[in-house]
């Protein structure tokens, strides 16, 4: 029985004061510390910087009556060890990206990014307004999790090689780093795939431990130096074409929250995203010229390497579809993202490439 149905029947097997005293949670009074484990050291680029920035939203919009601990990773628990603290009460709250946790349940890799998925602005529409939030919440509780995507990394690159990716032969016994279901369907095409954190990347590659690796983008990978070890940088990636990042709420700490305190959670969690989503947008062109002027080959997949990245992609998506609330979330999203590019298609599509032409000329 879940946690709804247990509240419900008591209320219905008790006294009217009962259920009275069931529908009325004791909110925690006066000023509250929350502790928050992430999948990143501090200071990384737009990952980190989204922990930090809604941090700071939710003390100042809570007047510093909810103040977050922010614990690195490593620091209390690690990396990819974060939903599993915060679902069994060690930490509060977790920021990190869903799709790390598909083991637990397929269904979060949407909440993250799916191959040839949402972008950063599909996202947010399927989210708010085609019923993403919900089913985020849905999947969340069956860990004991109140989750809200908080940041977006914007579209991520191929990556970075130590050698040119001409034909899908190539992929053959690559070892790359790559998370997520981009990770299971770029393993389809006969590379070995690793699930290296963000902290090890730069160790993994100098080591030559991985043979290349995806981050998140210009910005965010200049800062780690990729650029010291591989020369040829892959920039339309097929895997995570707008990534959101979580912030997953212990359900128990979350309830015992104020109405006010929930509302500020959520809405500095959905303020975040935004910050985010415009902060990846706004410099990965910038960093991108500095990455070509330090020596990086700058390349793109050839059409025969995105045919076949398609179709092990929906070879991956469709391994999953005996999941009941995976296949509603998948539905869910694909005509959401579907009924947004009808209109971005012929508008947003147009007018950016008129754009381009008329200043070019």
């Not at 780093?177 to 954190?197: D, E, F, H, I, K």
């Not at 700490?253 to 935004?274: K, M």
Request: proline share 3%; hydrophobic share 40%; glycine share 12%.
């Amino acid at each position: 029985m879940d946690r709804r149905s247990f509240l419900k029947n008591s209320a219905l097997g008790g006294t009217a004061a009962a259920a009275t005293t069931l529908a009325a949670p004791a909110y925690a009074q006066g000023n509250r510390t929350l502790t928050m484990v992430t999948s990143v050291p501090d200071g990384f680029a737009v990952f980190d910087d989204a922990a930090v920035n809604f941090a700071e939203n939710v003390n100042a919009m809570s007047g510093g009556e909810l103040t977050i601990e922010k614990k690195a990773a490593g620091q209390l628990v690690g990396a990819f060890e974060v939903f599993d603290a915060v679902s069994s009460g060690q930490a509060d709250m977790y920021h990190s990206a869903d799709y790390y946790f598909g083991g637990q349940h397929p269904g979060l890799y949407f909440f993250t990014a799916v191959p040839f998925g949402a972008t950063g602005g599909e996202m947010a529409s399927w989210y708010y307004h085609g019923g993403g939030k919900e089913l985020h919440h849905e999947v969340g509780e069956i860990f004991g999790l109140k989750s809200f995507i908080c940041g977006n990394t914007g579209h991520q690159p191929g990556g970075w090689f130590n050698k040119e990716i001409n034909t899908a032969a190539d992929l053959q016994g690559l070892k790359f780093r790559m998370p997520g279901l981009g990770g299971l369907a770029l393993g389809r095409t006969g590379a070995s795939v690793q699930n290296v954190p963000g902290g090890e990347i730069y160790q993994a590659l100098a080591s030559g431990a991985i043979d290349g690796a995806e981050w998140i983008g210009p910005f965010a990978d200049e800062r780690l130096g990729f650029q010291e070890i591989c020369e040829f940088y892959y920039t339309g990636g097929m895997h995570e074409p707008g990534s959101a990042l979580t912030c997953g709420v212990n359900l128990d700490v979350f309830n015992e929250l104020s109405p006010a305190h929930q509302a500020i959670i959520e809405t500095a969690a959905a303020a975040t995203h935004q910050w985010s989503l415009s902060q990846s947008n706004y410099n990965n062109g910038a960093a991108l010229e500095r990455l070509k002027a330090q020596g990086v080959k700058v390349l793109e997949f050839s059409d025969e390497i995105w045919d076949a990245f398609g179709t092990a992609a929906a070879e991956a998506l469709d391994e999953f579809m005996d999941d009941e609330l995976f296949a509603r979330i998948r539905a869910s999203q694909e005509a959401a993202v579907a009924a947004t590019y009808a209109w971005t298609s012929v508008s947003d599509g147009v007018y950016t490439a008129q754009r381009g032409r008329v200043r070019a000329g």
